[in-house]
């Protein structure tokens, strides 16, 4: 099928084709001729599937349609709620991607960490597409700098994601502001009870459009477990990318002092490297990003909330530091390489505290994914598992020291504190010290 088929005008086929794009991506197929008709749509698609572009262009071309209408210049029609800043500055790059041969369509994209005055300026100059994070748009909201009462189009986007950041109750309050009368799209990787719920509070008879989901279809990325001792994992990160003359990679650590202490010790062994997280102030996550696309830093080392969104054409390495908690981070992790058609590697650094985690995401992927033992780096047999705790703190984590770790319960004192169920090598504390599952 060819992007003419689904009835897009000129001006937004030329920017299709610039892009290089040859053909719509399955969600694009399916989601173009529904928005253009006017339906609301929920799609099931992950970052990486061209969902992006399947609201973008229609959106773009019903708006161009009706230039001259009724709205005033300052009277946002199209606002996209997303659940982080990358993602806003994404998308609406996307949106003046796509846009820019149509007249006068203007987007903005607002968000917090930056100015707010800019944003307040820019507003009053006039946009037609917004593209949003929750807390700073209800920001403009209150000051009464923004304008949602002619909005005839609302995108959620990562839907999934606004709701485990604990975005529900800001997108009820900013449903009030924007007209009853309206077309809802909204879009996430999987469809919870709690996103059905939120959906059918808002939306009018939508298409459920659903594409595979990377879990059920992740040829494209070559996935791979290197086993290795705890204490090695940074040397054999350093000695993957070097021998493999690795140029662009993406590294997943679980908490934000991890993230930089990593960075700092690549960057001592003379790999430009630098982490992106959430106590980065903005400008320092922007300028990471953009040195990283530009390949003036190799190595960008980032906690699974900062990558979240994250759109970087074609990356060819992930390496997850350390496996996440939850194993569906692991396919959204694994899934910002071999997007929408190029091929990525993603390589696991699995010590022995993690088993338990390997196990879960192995029984979500369905699939047991292959082991590669690099030289110099076996496992050492005698190491034990460690459990990996929750910290008190948000999601930090921090390995329990390994003598606390193998007393039994009832010799730890009496002001040993009390620890979440630990998931190293089984499913809770009584396997830690234990080798419950091998690799
Ligand atoms: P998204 O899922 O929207 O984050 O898009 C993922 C990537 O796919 C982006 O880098 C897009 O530039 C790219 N892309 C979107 N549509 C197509 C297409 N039809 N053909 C090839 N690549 C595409």
Same mark, same amino acid.
């Given at each position: 099928?060819?992007f003419?088929?689904l009835g897009l005008r000129?001006?937004l086929?030329?920017?299709?084709?610039?892009?290089?794009?040859?053909?719509p991506t399955?969600i694009q197929a399916q989601a173009i001729p529904a928005v253009l008709a006017g339906r609301d749509l929920m799609g099931?698609a992950?970052?990486?599937?061209g969902k992006t572009a399947g609201f973008v262009l229609p959106i773009l071309q019903r708006l161009a349609e009706?230039?001259?209408?009724?709205?005033?210049?300052?009277?946002?029609r199209a606002?996209i709620?997303?659940?982080?800043?990358?993602?806003?500055?994404?998308?609406?790059?996307?949106v003046?991607?796509y846009?820019?041969?149509?007249?006068?369509?203007?987007?903005?994209?607002?968000?917090?960490?930056?100015?707010?005055?800019?944003?307040?300026?820019?507003?009053?100059?006039?946009?037609?597409i917004?593209?949003?994070?929750?807390?700073?748009?209800?920001?403009?909201?209150?000051?009464?700098?923004?304008?949602?009462?002619?909005?005839q189009v609302l995108v959620l986007d990562?839907?999934?994601?606004?709701?485990?950041?604990?975005?529900?109750?800001?997108?009820?309050?900013?449903?009030?502001?924007?007209?009853?009368?309206r077309q809802n799209l909204l879009f996430?990787?999987?469809?919870?009870?709690?996103?059905?719920?939120?959906?059918?509070?808002?939306m009018k008879d939508p298409l459920l459009v659903?594409?595979?989901?990377?879990?059920?279809?992740?040829?494209?990325?070559?996935?791979?477990?290197? =086993?290795?001792?705890?204490?090695?994992?940074?040397?054999?990160?350093?000695?993957?990318?070097?021998?493999?003359?690795?140029?662009?990679?993406?590294?997943?650590?679980?908490?934000?002092?991890?993230?930089?202490?990593?960075?700092?010790?690549?960057?001592?062994?003379?790999?430009?490297?630098?982490?992106?997280?959430?106590?980065?102030?903005?400008?320092?996550?922007?300028?990471?990003?953009?040195?990283?696309?530009?390949?003036?830093?190799?190595?960008?080392?980032?906690?699974?909330?900062?990558?979240?969104?994250?759109?970087?054409?074609?990356?060819?390495?992930?390496?997850?530091?350390?496996?996440?908690?939850?194993?569906?981070?692991?396919?959204?992790?694994?899934?910002?390489?071999?997007?929408?058609?190029?091929?990525?590697?993603?390589?696991?650094?699995?010590?022995?505290?993690?088993?338990?985690?390997?196990?879960?995401?192995?029984?979500?992927?369905?699939?047991?994914?292959?082991?590669?033992?690099? =030289?110099?780096?076996?496992?050492?047999?005698?190491?034990?598992?460690?459990?990996?705790?929750?910290?008190?703190?948000?999601?930090?984590?921090?390995?329990?020291?390994?003598?606390?770790?193998?007393? =039994?319960?009832?010799?730890?004192?009496?002001?040993? =504190?009390?620890?979440?169920?630990?998931?190293?090598?089984?499913?809770?504390?009584?396997?830690?010290?234990?080798?419950?599952?091998?690799?």
């Amino acid at each position: 099928m060819s992007f003419s088929a689904l009835g897009l005008r000129a001006e937004l086929l030329l920017a299709v084709g610039e892009q290089g794009y040859t053909e719509p991506t399955p969600i694009q197929a399916q989601a173009i001729p529904a928005v253009l008709a006017g339906r609301d749509l929920m799609g099931g698609a992950q970052t990486g599937t061209g969902k992006t572009a399947g609201f973008v262009l229609p959106i773009l071309q019903r708006l161009a349609e009706q230039q001259g209408g009724t709205h005033s210049r300052t009277q946002v029609r199209a606002l996209i709620l997303v659940p982080t800043r990358e993602l806003a500055a994404q998308v609406q790059a996307s949106v003046f991607t796509y846009g820019k041969h149509l007249p006068k369509i203007r987007s903005l994209s607002v968000y917090g960490g930056v100015g707010f005055h800019p944003q307040v300026q820019a507003l009053k100059r006039g946009i037609d597409i917004l593209v949003a994070t929750p807390g700073r748009l209800l920001d403009h909201l209150s000051q009464r700098t923004v304008d949602l009462s002619k909005v005839q189009v609302l995108v959620l986007d990562e839907a999934d994601r606004m709701l485990d950041m604990g975005f529900i109750p800001d997108i009820r309050k900013i449903l009030a502001y924007i007209p009853k009368q309206r077309q809802n799209l909204l879009f996430s990787a999987t469809f919870s009870d709690e996103i059905k719920k939120l959906a059918d509070g808002f939306m009018k008879d939508p298409l459920l459009v659903e594409v595979a989901r990377r879990n059920a279809t992740a040829e494209l990325i070559a996935q791979r477990i290197c =086993p290795v001792d705890r204490e090695k994992k940074k040397d054999l990160l350093a000695h993957l990318i070097t021998t493999g003359d690795w140029k662009q990679v993406l590294v997943f650590t679980r908490t934000k002092h991890g993230a930089n202490n990593l960075a700092e010790k690549l960057v001592k062994s003379g790999i430009r490297a630098d982490a992106i997280h959430g106590n980065k102030s903005q400008p320092a996550r922007t300028r990471a990003l953009a040195e990283f696309k530009a390949g003036k830093i190799k190595v960008l080392v980032a906690t699974d909330i900062a990558a979240r969104g994250l759109d970087i054409d074609e990356l060819p390495h992930v390496v997850n530091f350390e496996l996440p908690h939850v194993a569906n981070d692991y396919v959204h992790r694994i899934g910002r390489t071999g997007r929408a058609g190029s091929t990525g590697e993603a390589v696991s650094l699995v010590c022995v505290d993690e088993l338990g985690l390997l196990r879960d995401i192995e029984r979500l992927i369905k699939r047991e994914i292959k082991k590669d033992i690099v =030289p110099g780096f076996e496992v050492d047999p005698r190491i034990r598992a460690e459990p990996i705790v929750q910290g008190k703190r948000g999601g930090q984590q921090q390995r329990r020291p390994s003598n606390s770790a193998r007393k =039994p319960a009832g010799n730890r004192g009496q002001n040993a =504190p009390r620890q979440p169920a630990a998931r190293a090598g089984g499913r809770n504390s009584r396997d830690s010290g234990r080798r419950a599952f091998s690799y």
